[in-house]
């Protein structure tokens, strides 16, 4: 597989704003040769919280029409983090469109880690994989590699990749240990899972730009950190994307080196 990490700029609220990096990554990874984008999590309208409920579609809806859209015209496979609405339920979730633009999978993020009182996502309940032109693939999001029950679920599966997208954030003065903190959290769940694994992270700042009124954000005044990485099947960091910079990283994956045993 060669796969473009697309470590967007994200602006939380700024949808219009988003929606255009998203769709530059998309055309530029395209004419890179990479057969499948993967973008970070919450990518087209940042993390909102209570103000995400009145904005953010369903899926299948508005918002990942347009991503199969931006696919198709690219001829090109998108997994992206997105927020969804299901009656009056919010949730953190991540699609998967081929390059025909059909929608091919959505995970709901299981752990949902944010304490405060703006912070009303629903955590989804399943683990999943879907049948790609370089075998089974599967997503979590971000915290969902925190929780070992989780990890272990998606192990049993035995996918030939897991891409999963983060909204890795700190403190500006401790972003470089967060960064080299989401590396090891890449490494410890592709040996876990015996898999090689992609993670995709966002850069800039949170609650940075809300565009709404009386919007509230986890972690206002922090910053995504980058990093981005994959490693293979063996824990092994395989190659890392830009330090807390806006970073298109193409990276050709070997998706046949699985553990014996699965």
């Known amino acids: 597989m060669k796969l473009a990490a697309a470590q967007v700029l994200t602006n939380d609220g ?4 988003n929606l255009h990096r998203v769709s530059t990554a998309i055309a530029r990874a395209a004419k890179g040769g990479a057969e499948l984008v993967a973008f970070p999590e919450t990518s087209l309208d940042g993390w909102m919280e209570n103000e995400a409920i009145k904005v953010a579609p369903p899926v299948p809806g508005n918002w990942s029409d347009t991503i199969g859209e931006l696919a198709a015209a690219h001829s090109v496979w998108v997994l992206i983090g997105i927020v969804e609405t299901e009656g009056d339920k919010l949730y953190d979730v991540a699609i ?16 949902i880690v944010c304490g405060n ?9 399943n683990v999943s994989i879907a ?3 370089w075998g089974r693939l599967g997503i979590l999001i971000c915290a969902d590699t925190f929780e070992q029950s989780v990890v272990g679920r998606m192990a049993a599966l035995h996918p030939d990749i897991l891409v999963v997208p983060y909204g890795f954030q700190a403190p500006p003065a401790d972003n470089v240990q967060n960064g080299q903190e989401l590396m090891d959290r890449v490494r410890v769940t592709a040996k876990a899972v015996g898999a090689p694994m ?16 009386g919007h509230q954000s986890m972690g206002v005044g922090n910053t995504y950190c980058g ?36």
């Not at 998967?96 to 752990?111: A, E, S, Y």
């Not at 009182?117 to 309940?125: F, Q």
């Not at 993670?199 to 949170?206: C, D, E, K, L, T």
């Open 14 to 17: 700024d949808f219009q704003g």
């Open 96 to 111: 998967l469109v081929d390059k025909t633009g059909k929608l091919i999978m959505k995970h709901r993020k299981n752990n």
């Open 117 to 125: 009182a703006g912070c009303n996502y629903t955590p989804g309940h």
């Open 131 to 133: 049948e790609t032109p």
């Open 198 to 213: 992609v993670g995709v992270n966002n850069v800039g700042a949170v609650g940075g730009n809300t565009g709404t009124p």
């Open 227 to 262: 990093f981005s990485s994959w490693a293979d099947k063996t824990g092994k960091t395989m190659a890392v994307a830009a330090d807390r910079d806006v970073d298109l990283a193409f990276w050709t994956i070997d998706t046949n080196k699985r553990n014996v045993d699965h």
